[in-house]
């Protein structure tokens, strides 16, 4: 804010009363790391949404826009793993709990990696790693 970027100033006053709705939500309770995670997350989700509907639209002023909002925000998140690195993760915990089934498997790569993989692409990969067999 203090550099005069007015884009990414928009953004993270964006976050910051987000922040604080959740706050208040929460009766005042002080906010965690995983609170703050998945409100930068909801918004960039959000960001994503307005820039596939611009997108569709033809507004290529708001594409731009959004796109620049989203680079700010997913800079805030941790880093995803790659597929690879999602792949051998799945193994090694179907290797070291013997899960049979998708519920087990997710709940140790929540445990382990949250916010750091796409559910959908960590659930198709864990059933072709327990069912192809």
Do not use: W
């Not at 820039?51 to 925000?73: F, I, M, N, S, W």
């Not at 445990?111 to 864990?126: E, F, L, V």
């Amino acid at each position: 804010m203090r550099a005069r970027d007015g884009d990414s100033a928009t953004v993270l006053r964006g976050v910051l009363a987000a922040l604080k709705n959740v706050s208040i939500e929460k009766r005042g309770q002080e906010l965690g790391p995983s609170d703050v995670l998945a409100v930068v997350r909801r918004e960039a989700k959000q960001c994503r949404e307005s820039l596939d509907y611009a997108r569709q639209a033809g507004r290529d002023d708001t594409v731009a826009t959004k796109q620049a909002e989203l680079a700010l925000l997913e800079g805030l998140l941790p880093s995803q793993l790659s597929q690879d690195e999602l792949k051998r993760a799945i193994a090694g915990i179907i290797k070291d709990s013997g899960a049979t089934s998708l519920g087990p498997v997710m709940k140790g790569l929540s445990q382990h990696y949250a916010g750091r993989y796409d559910g959908k692409q960590a659930s198709t990969i864990a059933r072709d790693l327990l069912f192809d067999h």
